[in-house]
């Protein structure tokens, strides 16, 4: 038997208008190099400044994380040669990093410890193609160049792809919920890099890792781990020597391959930035960011818990972004039932929502609209089913609620006189099945109480059916 032993690196992008070390701007989908200027370029003579929010943003996410903010900390130089590394090498820090020592708790008895955050630049995009005339060709766009990233290492305390799962959506919802990254993994704002190495049970040096870079989903994270188990697995019972190295992961064969042996970090011959001062972290500067610090996806958890009457289950979706809880605590802000207002959030909401592949921003059925609906159930104005069909017409055409339930004129019949008309029209049409249920078939009566709705168009009020009819049948 083996044990799994993984460690993660997140690398999120941070929210900031401007890049790291310039003016130039963070904005996604621009032409090609249109946001660059001399400084990201790393053209000679040119000299890089610290952007202070995205400073700001990474002390943010190491306070948040339980980290040690190191009162000094080193802009280095990480030395390497690619094509889409305009300088030849990346701004990083490496010896002096910004914080050390924190952790996320992803459940009741598991902890994954934070070795370090730090601060660095993001590279280019390699934009590879193929045309018949030109043949195979290679184009490189910088917009992307010294966009502020923070990395987020792991010690390898992570032993399943689930537990890499969790950690993950943790981490993100608490970026999310600091306002510091939006985590739009499709677009590369949120992704990881898995190092993954398995060892006897018992044995506690580390085997020999492999490094599965650039995962930016969650499916794919947890398919590659899941395949690189097997793979070293197999190799170790053949007795197959693993070897250290960087592979990738193939989305269409959905295995990995061997991309480059392992780098080390003396490989890239850090060397301090002589352009960039040392940076001391001031004690006003934590005070400053940890000002105002909102509710984080924890402490929403135990409130949605504790004073919204939530299950474990319901916390779980609510919380885990913070557009999500949002959407919940201004609904209950509107309408003190909680608990069915998360039933529609997850039943109704996250399913057009997942259906559509759009944001909950975007969503087009705001808090208060949903709370009108709700209303309109509660005091019986419209029932379930009608609340269902409303719903889908107010997604599809713009209209609030209760001016489509006007419009179509959708409003519940109560009136018990009106009710008892079809109920006694319905029970005379099906003499044998009221038969049966007297005779013991209980199931019948869902029957009954189906057709009369049919009758009435989806307009009596279900109680009130339910009611009539029972007391009709008790009577025979």
Same mark, same amino acid.
């Given at each position: 038997?083996?044990?799994?032993?993984?460690?993660?690196?997140?690398?999120?992008?941070?929210?900031?208008?401007?890049?790291?070390?310039?003016?130039?701007?963070?904005?996604?989908?621009?032409?090609?190099?249109?946001?660059?200027?001399?400084?990201?370029?790393?053209?000679?003579?040119?000299?890089?400044?610290?952007?202070?929010?995205?400073?700001?943003?990474?002390?943010?996410?190491?306070?948040?994380?339980?980290?040690?903010?190191?009162?000094?900390?080193?802009?280095?130089?990480?030395?390497?040669?690619?094509?889409?590394?305009?300088?030849?090498?990346?701004?990083?820090?490496?010896?002096?990093?910004?914080?050390?020592?924190?952790?996320?708790?992803?459940?009741?008895?598991?902890?994954?410890?934070?070795?370090?955050?730090?601060?660095?630049?993001?590279?280019?995009?390699?934009?590879?193609?193929?045309?018949?005339?030109?043949?195979?060709?290679?184009?490189?766009?910088?917009?992307?160049?010294?966009?502020?990233?923070?990395?987020?290492?792991?010690?390898?305390?992570?032993?399943?792809?689930?537990?890499?799962?969790?950690?993950?959506?943790?981490?993100?919802?608490?970026?999310?919920?600091?306002?510091?990254?939006?985590?739009?993994?499709?677009?590369?704002?949120?992704?990881?890099?898995?190092?993954?190495?398995?060892?006897?049970? $018992?044995? +506690?040096?580390?085997? /020999?890792? %492999?490094?599965?870079?650039?995962?930016?989903?969650?499916? @794919?994270? #947890?398919? !590659?781990?899941?395949?690189?188990?097997?793979?070293?697995?197999?190799?170790?019972?053949?007795?197959?020597?693993?070897?250290?190295?960087?592979?990738?992961?193939?989305?269409?064969?959905?295995?990995?391959?061997?991309?480059?042996?392992?780098?080390?970090?003396?490989?890239?011959?850090?060397?301090?930035?002589?352009?960039?001062?040392?940076?001391?972290?001031?004690?006003?500067?934590?005070?400053?960011?940890?000002?105002?610090?909102?509710?984080?996806?924890?402490?929403?958890?135990?409130?949605?818990?504790?004073?919204? $009457?939530? +299950?474990?289950?319901? /916390?779980? %979706?609510?919380?885990?972004?913070?557009?999500?809880?949002? @959407?919940? #605590?201004? !609904?209950?802000?509107?309408?003190?039932?909680?608990?069915?207002?998360?039933?529609?959030?997850?039943?109704?909401?996250?399913?057009?929502?997942?259906?559509?592949?759009?944001?909950?921003?975007?969503?087009?059925?705001?808090?208060?609209?949903?709370?009108?609906?709700?209303?309109?159930?509660?005091?019986?104005?419209?029932?379930?089913?009608?609340?269902?069909?409303?719903?889908?017409?107010?997604?599809?055409?713009?209209?609030?609620?209760?001016?489509?339930?006007?419009?179509?004129?959708?409003?519940?019949?109560?009136?018990?006189?009106?009710?008892?008309?079809?109920?006694?029209?319905?029970?005379?049409?099906?003499?044998?099945?009221?038969? #049966?249920?007297?005779?013991?078939?209980?199931?019948?009566?869902?029957?009954?109480?189906?057709?009369?709705?049919?009758?009435?168009?989806?307009?009596?009020?279900?109680?009130?059916?339910?009611?009539?009819?029972?007391?009709?049948?008790?009577?025979?």
């Amino acid at each position: 038997m083996y044990e799994v032993v993984i460690g993660l690196e997140v690398h999120a992008q941070l929210k900031t208008k401007s890049k790291l070390f310039c003016s130039c701007s963070t904005s996604f989908g621009q032409n090609a190099n249109s946001n660059v200027c001399s400084i990201c370029l790393g053209l000679p003579g040119v000299l890089p400044v610290l952007n202070e929010q995205a400073l700001e943003y990474a002390l943010k996410a190491a306070v948040a994380t339980h980290c040690e903010v190191a009162s000094k900390n080193v802009f280095e130089r990480k030395n390497y040669f690619y094509p889409d590394l305009p300088k030849a090498y990346q701004i990083s820090q490496y010896q002096e990093p910004l914080a050390e020592d924190g952790h996320i708790i992803i459940s009741e008895d598991k902890k994954i410890r934070i070795k370090r955050i730090h601060m660095e630049e993001d590279a280019g995009k390699l934009i590879h193609s193929h045309d018949g005339h030109n043949g195979a060709a290679s184009f490189i766009d910088f917009n992307r160049a010294a966009i502020p990233l923070i990395e987020i290492v792991t010690e390898p305390d992570i032993h399943s792809p689930q537990e890499a799962i969790a950690y993950l959506k943790e981490l993100k919802a608490i970026l999310e919920y600091l306002d510091v990254c939006d985590c739009n993994m499709e677009k590369g704002n949120f992704r990881c890099d898995a190092n993954i190495s398995l060892r006897s049970e $018992g044995v +506690t040096t580390l085997g /020999t890792k %492999v490094e599965i870079k650039n995962l930016n989903s969650f499916k @794919y994270i #947890e398919k !590659a781990l899941l395949y690189e188990i097997d793979r070293q697995k197999d190799m170790l019972e053949a007795g197959t020597k693993i070897m250290q190295e960087t592979r990738l992961w193939n989305e269409d064969k959905e295995i990995t391959s061997s991309m480059r042996s392992k780098e080390e970090a003396h490989d890239y011959r850090y060397l301090p930035d002589p352009d960039l001062k040392t940076l001391y972290i001031s004690e006003e500067l934590l005070k400053k960011v940890s000002y105002d610090f909102p509710e984080l996806p924890a402490q929403k958890k135990k409130k949605f818990i504790e004073v919204y $009457g939530l +299950t474990e289950y319901d /916390t779980e %979706v609510l919380t885990s972004e913070k557009a999500i809880a949002d @959407y919940f #605590e201004e !609904a209950v802000s509107l309408f003190s039932s909680p608990k069915i207002i998360a039933n529609w959030i997850q039943t109704e909401v996250l399913r057009v929502v997942k259906e559509k592949s759009i944001s909950l921003q975007s969503f087009p059925l705001r808090p208060p609209e949903l709370v009108s609906l709700l209303m309109m159930i509660e005091t019986n104005k419209i029932n379930a089913s009608t609340a269902k069909k409303v719903f889908t017409e107010a997604i599809a055409t713009g209209k609030k609620p209760d001016v489509i339930v006007k419009e179509q004129g959708l409003e519940q019949i109560s009136d018990n006189s009106a009710i008892e008309t079809v109920i006694d029209s319905i029970l005379a049409k099906n003499q044998n099945q009221v038969k #049966e249920y007297l005779e013991g078939k209980e199931k019948v009566f869902g029957f009954l109480v189906g057709t009369i709705m049919k009758e009435g168009k989806g307009k009596f009020n279900p109680k009130v059916v339910n009611d009539i009819l029972a007391k009709k049948l008790k009577e025979r």
